[in-house]
């Protein structure tokens, strides 16, 4: 009696390949799934590794969130910021607004800007408003 293997099933597919019958019988149908069955082994054995031999750690993920909350602005009385309701409060802005533009170097790239605003509200004002 003789026994001759003529086809094996892919162990990673399970689709049926041939068998010419020389050398050792292939166990895969093509070298890609040759390929995912030894990554898939090799991370099984790497898996089961401690972790300080470069295993997996089994521990829950643990994440650190920074939470940022921007607060309305506030008046210098501690007054939330709003715009100003008559026209005394908006002269103290519009103080407030020529102080800083001396004195802070943050707004010196945008004097130009503020300048062309401030000339357009005057404008504004002295005409009748239409």
Known sequence: MREQLLHRTCEWCGKPGEYIGKGRPPRHCS??????????????????????EGGRNREPVREVIQRTVTLPARRLSG?????????????????????EAVTNPRVAPFREQL??????TARALRTDGT
């Open 31 to 52: 070298p890609v799934h040759r390929r995912r069955a030894w990554e898939l082994r090799t991370a099984q054995d790497r898996a089961e590794r401690p972790v300080s």
């Open 79 to 99: 007054q939330p910021y709003t715009l100003p309701e008559d026209a005394v409060e908006w002269v103290q802005a519009l103080a407030a607004l020529r102080r």
């Open 115 to 120: 300048a062309s605003a401030c000339e357009r």
